[in-house]
């Protein structure tokens, strides 16, 4: 069983920076579909970012594309979301989820994933 914990949300102004990480646990195989996704509320949750290291994959929505960076580290089994000049739409709840790596072939779905976190707010004001 996959367990995933994210960490690094908060509040900041907008430009501001923050990384996201995204602790796991349990996972037995050796290369995994990494992704993020962001849910404001009242809205549907959708990709983010998302990485295939095997497959030397990486995805970023338009809205974050160079602004965004997704890594893993594989010795401190963690996954990071850098997120730099940060917008008042980027508010909003960040899920961290992992599924096996042909899942990063294609844009990442909600549905496509099975293992998540708990999510970590992030809150840009203008």
């Known amino acids: 069983q996959v367990h995933m914990v994210e960490s690094g949300g908060g509040s900041v102004q907008a430009g501001g920076s923050l990384r996201l990480s995204c602790a796991v646990s349990?996972?037995?195989?050796?290369?995994?579909?990494w992704a993020w996704f962001s849910q404001a509320p009242g809205k549907q949750r959708e990709g983010v970012a998302a990485?295939?290291?095997?497959?030397?994959?990486?995805y970023y929505a338009d809205s974050v594309k160079g602004r965004f960076t997704i890594s893993q580290d594989n010795a401190k089994n963690t996954v990071y979301l850098q997120m730099n000049s940060l917008k008042p739409e980027d508010t909003a709840m960040y899920y961290c989820?992992?599924?096996?790596?042909?899942?990063?072939?294609?844009?990442?779905?909600?549905?496509?994933?099975?293992?998540w976190g708990q999510g970590t707010q992030v809150t840009v004001s203008s």
């Open positions: 990485i295939y290291t095997a497959g030397a994959i990486t």
């Open positions: 989820a992992a599924d096996l790596g042909y899942r990063c072939y294609r844009s990442p779905s909600p549905s496509d994933f099975a293992y």
């Open positions: 349990g996972y037995t195989y050796s290369s995994y579909c």
